[in-house]
T-cell receptor, first 111, second 111 residues
């Protein structure tokens, strides 16, 4: 079983839609959580960190459920420019700065 | 501000050939990493260097060697390339688990 699992998609949504991605992680010792965005044929870039209390950055909301080992990302009012692959990422206790990446969920926003 | 610079961007090798992928960062980060990304597999850690003078194996180190030449530079060497090493390779650096900076990637094809 992969340490970080995501539905690969693609999620095809119209502009203006709300879309949610989920991610599960297997290691209960995971301590930090992130969402990265990766555009086609580009490098991953940090989108946002995920805090236990949940956090919001504009149209993006991230939530963490430690009991269920589950992370989510909600995108409201989708834009064409949101089309990308979203990577769920965790950092484990004792792993220093090393991150474990999920396989990514591909989002395609259509006009 | 260049961030993380990887060379080359593209490479085609014949089976059995060797090559070195170069990576340099100008952010004075202690930690550097090499990942490979394959369809459906996400990013997998090959080797990492927590600080200058140290290197450690990641999830998929077989067939690779690394050198942390100094604080700025971290190279990845394929001694005898195999078709299974066809992939996109990303170098990254960080000072903490938050805020990895990735290079733009090397697309390697082994025929």
């Amino acid at each position: 079983r992969k340490e970080v699992e995501q539905d690969p998609g693609p999620f095809n949504v119209p502009e203006g839609a709300t879309v949610a991605f989920n991610c599960t992680y297997s290691n209960s010792a995971s301590q930090s959580f992130f969402w990265y965005r990766q555009d086609c044929r580009k490098e991953p870039k940090l989108l946002m960190s995920v805090y236990s209390s949940g956090n919001e950055d504009g149209r993006f909301t991230a939530q963490l459920n430690r009991a269920s080992q589950y992370i989510s990302l909600l995108i409201r009012d989708s834009k064409l420019s949101d089309s990308a692959t979203y990577l769920c990422v965790v950092n484990k206790w004792g792993a220093g700065n090393m991150l474990t990446f999920g396989g990514g969920t591909r989002l395609m926003v259509k006009p | 501000n260049a961030g993380v610079t990887q060379t080359p961007k593209f490479q085609v090798l014949k089976t059995g050939q060797s090559m070195t992928l170069q990576c340099a960062q100008d952010m004075n980060h202690n930690s550097m990493y090499w990942y490979r990304q394959d369809p459906g597999m996400g990013l997998r850690l090959i080797y990492y260097s927590a600080s200058e003078g140290t290197t450690d194996k990641g999830e998929v180190p077989n067939g690779y060697n690394v050198s942390r030449l100094n604080k700025r530079e971290f190279s990845l060497r394929l001694e005898s390339a195999a078709p299974s090493q066809t992939s996109v390779y990303f170098c990254a650096s960080s000072e903490s688990a938050v805020g990895y900076t990735f290079g733009s990637g090397t697309r390697l094809t082994v025929v």
